[in-house]
């Protein structure tokens, strides 16, 4: 047997049926997060991407680090907003890159746990809720996540094979593969967003783990070579990484855990929320920290009993501690930074999912080779009816409903007083493309008093109610109260489940 064929394990060399079957998961993957791409509007992350590629090159820069996020990925999606603008041709990156990320994750569980896992693993990958709502969003998350798949196919082949990974670089068996795919993986993502951080620690932790392997079970020689190319993997990920990282701390003021106020607090609940959408198959809200309704209620509990079964089953291998520290490094590291600063959120966590699915799908290949066809079937219908809200139900504040209403009947004079401070932002990217712009028409503000001080001056005024993003929302009745001084609405015009608009007529003359 050659070391490439002890790198594979007893998996075996593919098949025509696994490229089909790899294929398949990328046509799957690619079709959920094209189908209706465009049927949800921007969202207020979404909204400050389009006015970010919209500036220029210094300015998105300085921007992005300003914000705390690497300008990779806008220069890149400014590139491509240059063949189209249209907001669902900014959100095909994060689509192209979501089934790209399901597809390595088939690959990954086929080289450890042959086709059943592939197939279970990718499915759950292409068909996941969480991932395909992040596919259809102009956001970097599905980028970063892809990254990272290919980081962690180069990390298994270097658990695999560990002596082989020891060899000297000039040794024509070293694997250089797993190297260059875990250290480009890293580097990549890391430079994409900072999310990816976590990915640094569980992967070096799963390369110490390797090197103290090598250690009791091989000479001198092989841990010591590991280690070389371990520290020298670290060197140039970090030589890739830290000026950028700089960057965003200089630009942050030593204020960046402050600059997450609006995460909801910590509790038991949220902790649910996070996991039942990341890894259970449950649709999130994204401005509510809340699932949604599940078309099949056991599908999450049958991925959690297919992901502690995988477990088990690895306990003993390398490949199998690689796998668990890529899936529960990111969230027991943000849990424990949450008792200082709230930061569990659903898309914070994106990425774990891809070693958990991978854990299931190693969980379904203990299931008798003569059931593998129906359970794969089975299951990609499960998927798919457990999907298809994601379609039709709204996700995503209607603001390009109400920037449309308000583009419609807005008048020179007018007000429009919005009670959310981003909603300006959010009527301003979705207003309709073939409208003069609303803050040419109307005065926009978040400001009430300036609102009020228009009133009575004899201008109308539009009050909004609705949020744009998470965070505290003032429910509708609070609103009216806080704005009774203009006395009654003379229209009343719901925009979708977020948002309200509510028109107050000029006062009388003398009022």
């Known amino acids: 047997m050659t070391i490439e064929d002890q790198q594979a394990g007893t998996i075996g060399k593919w098949s025509t049926g696994d490229i089909a079957w790899v294929l398949s998961i990328l046509l799957i993957a690619l079709t959920a997060r094209l189908l209706h791409i465009e049927s949800q509007p921007f969202w207020l992350d979404e909204a400050l991407t389009y006015q970010r590629i919209h500036l220029g090159i210094d300015g998105l820069i300085a921007d992005s680090f300003s914000n705390r996020h690497m300008p990779s990925y806008f220069l890149m999606l400014q590139l491509f907003s240059q063949f189209d603008s249209a907001d669902a041709w900014l959100r095909i990156p994060s689509a192209l890159f979501g089934a790209m990320s399901a597809s390595m994750v088939f690959v990954i569980a086929r080289r450890i746990g042959g086709r059943s896992a592939a197939i279970v693993a990718g499915l759950l990958m292409a068909l996941s809720p969480l991932q395909v709502q992040y596919g259809q969003e102009a956001r970097s998350y599905t980028l970063v996540t892809s990254l990272i798949t290919v980081a962690l196919w180069g990390l298994v082949r270097l658990a695999q094979n560990p002596v082989r990974a020891s060899l000297g670089i000039r040794h024509p068996e070293f694997d250089w593969r797993g190297w260059v795919a875990y250290v480009f993986g890293t580097i990549g993502a890391l430079d994409v967003l900072s999310d990816a951080a976590p990915w640094l620690i569980a992967a070096n932790l799963s390369l110490f783990l390797i090197w103290r392997n090598l250690r009791l079970e091989q000479p001198h020689e092989q841990h010591a070579g590991f280690r070389r190319s371990w520290l020298l993997s670290v060197a140039i990920i970090l030589v890739c990484c830290v000026p950028f990282y700089g960057a965003i701390l200089a630009a942050s003021d030593g204020q960046m855990l402050q600059k997450f106020d609006w995460v909801p607090p910590l509790s038991w609940r949220n902790l649910r929320v996070a996991a039942k959408s990341a890894y259970l198959m449950r649709i999130a809200a994204v401005v509510r920290f809340s699932v949604l309704p599940t078309a099949v209620p056991l599908l999450g509990l049958l991925v959690a009993v297919l992901g502690g079964i995988g477990l088990f089953r690895m306990r003993g291998r390398l490949e199998g501690r690689v796998l668990l520290l890529g899936f529960a490094a990111l969230p027991l590291l943000l849990l424990a930074i949450s008792l200082v600063k709230s930061m569990v959120l659903p898309r914070y966590i994106l ?161």
Do not use: H
Request: aromatic share 6%.
């Open 351 to 511: 990425w774990s999912a891809a070693p958990f699915f991978i854990l299931a799908g190693m969980g379904a290949a203990a299931l008798p080779r003569r059931l593998v066809p129906v359970a794969a079937t089975a299951l990609l219908l499960l998927c798919a009816i457990n999907l298809a809200p994601v379609y039709r139900i709204e996700t995503k504040p209607r603001w390009d409903k109400a920037a449309a209403t308000l583009a419609a009947n807005v008048r020179p004079g007018d007000t429009v007083f919005t009670g959310d401070p981003n909603a300006p932002t959010m009527l301003a990217v979705l207003q309709p493309r073939d409208t003069s712009p609303i803050g040419n028409t109307a005065l926009v503000t978040p400001r009430l008093d300036v609102a009020l001080a228009r009133w009575k001056q004899g201008g109308r005024v539009w009050a909004v109610n609705g949020r744009s993003a998470l965070g505290q929302r003032e429910e509708l009745d609070a609103f009216k109260t806080r704005i009774a001084a203009l006395g009654t609405p003379a229209l009343e015009i719901p925009e979708g489940k977020e948002i309200t608009i509510l028109m107050f007529a000029a006062p009388k003359s003398g009022t």
